[in-house]
């Protein structure tokens, strides 16, 4: 993927920077600038950013206390161990809810947002990815939702709590988002500018709806011509009926009968079964725009994977809903609470004494435990299979193409820098092999030995028993070393120094099926991902 011009759009399909299909194979960094209260609490109690800020404020004793721990949560929670991992696992692109806030203070503009997109934006150019800007709290609420920071809204979410489209707040989010297209009008890694997350317009008033993004639209266009504009549907995203311009009720309520970008995108969510998605990519293949579907998820691992393949075969891209979550399972990592974030949860909950004593905890819970790659991270495998992009097969040859000497390696998958690793320094036959952060241990330390072109044997320092494919299964384990194929390992060098290594029995890849602590390591058919891809470092 080479950054060179901008991704843009062809009929109802997204093209790339030289003009081919790109399909958006991405997921959210959800929880990272916008909190949402069931993933901060682990309960589905009403509870919104600005709500879970004050009552953490009460907990730690002061507002600046509250505010150290949302800076040091946002600097952690997303960082570039993250975009690598997620890279690793097959995903193109990222969506980033934030809040209008980070850009909008005291009437007037400010940069705060810009140190965490900048950051953003670094990484992904790095691990090729690219990043949807998305405004999940716009100013006045845009929705009755707490992911809205509506704070005037409640458990029974009404809709007269929705002020958006009231007094100047569209002019206002126009205004922000002309302050972020100015940044970033020359920037290609950023594909598009999701104009506001979710919209619930107050009833009767569903087709003021369209009129505003034009107003947010204009005022993208005065400093930015290069990204896409990408607009989701009334009622939570699902209704696109009320911003197709084709459509006699729109038109006749809005006088908008036009295509109103040249690069535009639709966008919706869907959290129900996956019938109800069907059929809703009729408006947008009829208009000749693109349809993605922005948030799904939260549902059982059937569901999911129904509807990530129906993205697949009739969108052009998915976001699946969210990257990694606190207490929740329904993600790729799970973060777990620790004791001193359970007593600030109870003082919540519960009142009692402040616990202003576990201030220096919480904040050493934001910088350590919120990060990808921390032990304690439970890592779910059939929500990766449910949301899994297509990844492109290539072929994993038993001659191999990459010569290594004859020595001692530590061997790190490129998808999280972890280190081959014999579980739990075993030395027992059909001990298991996973990843673990390399501490030159000798359970880490695997002696190659060619014994044919290319080919090799991984002998375990620690137990002097080989690198196995196990004949039963894809999983990968050590056993005493008898010179079979299952032992056997070709390497084929890849462009950036690092070999995909491919039994000799099966032709399949070496693959880590994760990025934390613990993932274990199989064999796969070759995709060509980073997390196929391992790096041999001499034991010096």
């Not at 002061?62 to 929670?77: C, G, P, T, V």
């Not at 991992?85 to 203070?105: E, T």
Request: hydrophobic share 35%; glycine share 8%; aromatic share 12%.
């Amino acid at each position: 993927m080479a950054h060179a011009n901008f991704v843009s759009t062809q009929g109802n399909k997204i093209v790339d920077e030289q003009g081919n299909e790109l399909f958006l194979s991405g997921i959210n960094l959800g929880n990272w600038l916008v909190w949402e209260g069931y993933l901060m609490m682990g309960d589905f109690n009403y509870r919104t950013h600005t709500q879970f800020f004050n009552e953490l404020a009460g907990a730690l004793g002061s507002s600046d206390k509250a505010a150290e721990f949302e800076y040091q949560w946002r600097l952690n929670y997303v960082d570039e161990q993250a975009i690598a991992d997620l890279k690793g696992l097959g995903f193109n692109s990222v969506r980033v809810p934030f809040n209008y806030n980070l850009f909008w203070w005291n009437n007037q503009l400010r940069d705060n947002g810009f140190e965490y997109f900048d950051r953003l934006i670094e990484w992904c150019r790095k691990y090729d990815m690219y990043v949807l800007l998305d405004m999940h709290g716009a100013p006045g609420y845009q929705n009755p939702g707490d992911h809205a920071d509506n704070v005037n809204s409640n458990a029974s979410q009404p809709r007269d709590s929705v002020t958006f489209w009231d007094g100047n707040n569209v002019q206002i989010a126009a205004t922000i988002w002309r302050h972020i297209a100015n940044r970033y009008k020359d920037e290609p890694v950023v594909w598009g500018y999701d104009l506001i997350n979710e919209p619930v317009p107050q009833d009767g008033r569903e087709y003021e709806l369209l009129p505003s993004f034009i107003t947010m639209r204009n005022a993208i266009r005065e400093v930015d011509n290069n990204h896409i504009i990408v607009a989701e549907g009334s009622w939570w995203g699902s209704d696109l009926s009320k911003i197709d311009w084709s459509n006699g009720d729109t038109q006749a309520r809005t006088g908008i009968n036009y295509k109103w970008d040249d690069k535009l995108v639709y966008q919706i969510h869907h959290y129900g079964p996956v019938a109800d998605t069907q059929g809703r990519e009729n408006i947008t293949n009829n208009l000749n725009i693109p349809l993605i579907i922005g948030e799904y998820g939260e549902t059982d691992n059937g569901n999911l994977l129904a509807i990530t393949n129906w993205a697949k075969q009739n969108l052009a891209g998915y976001f699946p809903w969210s990257f990694k979550k606190m207490s929740h399972d329904r993600t790729l990592w799970t973060i777990p609470t620790n004791n001193a974030y359970e007593q600030v949860k109870a003082y919540i909950n519960n009142g009692g004494t402040p616990p202003v004593h576990l201030y220096d905890a919480m904040l050493d819970f934001a910088q350590n435990n919120v990060r990808n790659g921390h032990a304690s991270h439970t890592w779910h495998q059939d929500f990766y299979d449910g949301v899994k992009p297509d990844l492109t097969t290539t072929s994993c040859n038993s001659s191999g193409s990459g010569a290594l000497a004859n020595g001692t390696y530590i061997i790190s998958n490129v998808a999280s820098g972890r280190a081959m690793d014999v579980a739990n320094v075993s030395v027992a036959d059909g001990a298991n092999i996973q990843v673990w952060d390399n501490f030159n241990a000798a359970n880490q330390r695997w002696q190659a030995v060619e014994v044919g072109s290319n080919v090799y044997e991984f002998i375990s320092q620690n137990s002097g028993s080989c690198l196995d494919a196990d004949n039963g299964s894809d999983n990968v384990h050590q056993w005493s070393c008898f010179g079979s194929d299952n032992q056997r390992w070709a390497l084929q060098s890849l462009p950036n120094g690092s070999f995909r290594v491919c039994s000799v029995a099966g032709q399949s890849a070496l693959e880590a099926q994760g990025t934390g602590n613990g993932a274990n390591v199989r064999t796969a058919a070759a995709t060509g991902g980073d997390s196929q891809s391992w790096w041999f470092s001499p034991v010096q």
